[in-house]
Structure formats: C-alpha cells, structure tokens
C-alpha cells in the first residue's frame, strides 16, 4: 500500500513540476519590441516636469531657511 502510495505521489510531483516548468514556445517569450502604453512620452513629461519643480522647491527652502 505504501509502494502504491509513494508512486502515485512520484507521478504528481512530476507532472506539476511539467506543468509549472518554463517551456521554450513563442507564448513565453517576450516580445522583440515592447509595447509602450499610449500617453506614455507625456507622463514621462509630467514626472519630469513635477521633480524639477520639486527640486526648485528644496532649494527654495534651502535658501530661506540659510539666511
């Protein structure tokens, strides 16, 4: 009963290591190109934009906090 047991567990070990192994066919592999998200280049714009003004911001305390 044990023998039985331990084979069918052996059997489920390795059909869910298959099952949950990477395999080599196109659905797995990444795109030659990755698609950017429309409205992409003007968030980066935005983000840019924001952390400048921050940036001006902390040096705007810098100076009045120095004098």
């Known amino acids: 009963m044990r023998l039985k047991a331990a084979a069918a567990a052996a059997a489920l070990l390795a059909g869910l290591t298959a099952g949950c192994a990477p395999h080599g ?6 795109p030659a190109t990755p698609a ?4 992409y280049s003007e968030m980066q714009k935005k983000v840019a934009a924001a952390e ?10 810098a100076q ?3 004098r």
């Not at 950017?36 to 409205?39: A, L, V």
């Not at 400048?52 to 305390?61: H, K, N």
């Open 64 to 66: 009045d906090t120095g």
């Open 25 to 30: 066919g196109t659905a797995d592999k990444a």
């Open 36 to 39: 950017t998200p429309s409205g």
């Open 52 to 61: 400048s003004a921050v940036a001006r911001a902390d040096q705007d305390a």
